[in-house]
């Protein structure tokens, strides 16, 4: 039991709820603030992606993200969080060198920001990472697809992995991950048919993004369901329109100083 009186989501908690069509809730945070929010929701898991990279630094990629970051990030996304599973992306050149790399810096990871997991991205390529990290007791989450620490060689953000021998090769490396122990594994922006294959195939739960409904669950983006940040690409719902929000209070704050109208006497000490 959390000190909110309720049980804290783990990995077991996962493979449960592949078994019993239950889906898994994922959402990214940066921060403890959006964290709290985001656990008192009742999201079942928090991903601390490396996408703050891009969405928080304004970078173009999320190829600088260090352990360091994501280290602070991950403690203060775990300090908001009471219930949800809080995983930590393995930001570039942490796990691809070595598997004691993958170990020294997974480790790392797990040890100074208290969550529950490590997330990275490929297949067959960094099975043997993946089962350094597990055997070393560190829970691993894969990510296939869309992966974006691939930029350079793949290409933006967009629907991939179609047409014919898609499947046959995900499928490859899916089995690669599964076999090297990751408790889950996130399916980004391919077709969703073949991300219902997956799915269907995965003795994992899967977790898709831009992937169709038919995975084990779902992961977003917070800043851009929340409408925060420019363009939200087509997979993205918008739940609320906060950047338009913000634009206009602090609009008005600024014209209300302006103005003299702030502070008006309702906001002074009275002595
Ligand atoms: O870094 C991230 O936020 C991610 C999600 C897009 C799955 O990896």
Redesign the pocket.
Known sequence: MNKAGTDKVTTLDFARRKKAGEPIVMI?AYDALFASLADSAGVDSI?V???LQTVLAGEET?LGATVDQMIYHGRIVQRGTERALVVV?MPFLSYQVSPTDAVRNGGRILKETGAGAV?LEGGAAVAPAVEALVTAGVPVMG?LGYT?QSVHRMGAGRVRDRGQGAFEKLIRELKALENAGVFAI?L?LMPAVIARRLTEAASVPTIG?GSGPRCDGQ?L?LHEMLGLGGHAPLHVKRYAELGDEVLAAVASYAEEVRQGKFPGPEHVQKV
């Open positions: 990214t991903l992606g490396d996408s999320t992306d997330k990510h974006p996130v980004a993004i992961v983006m």
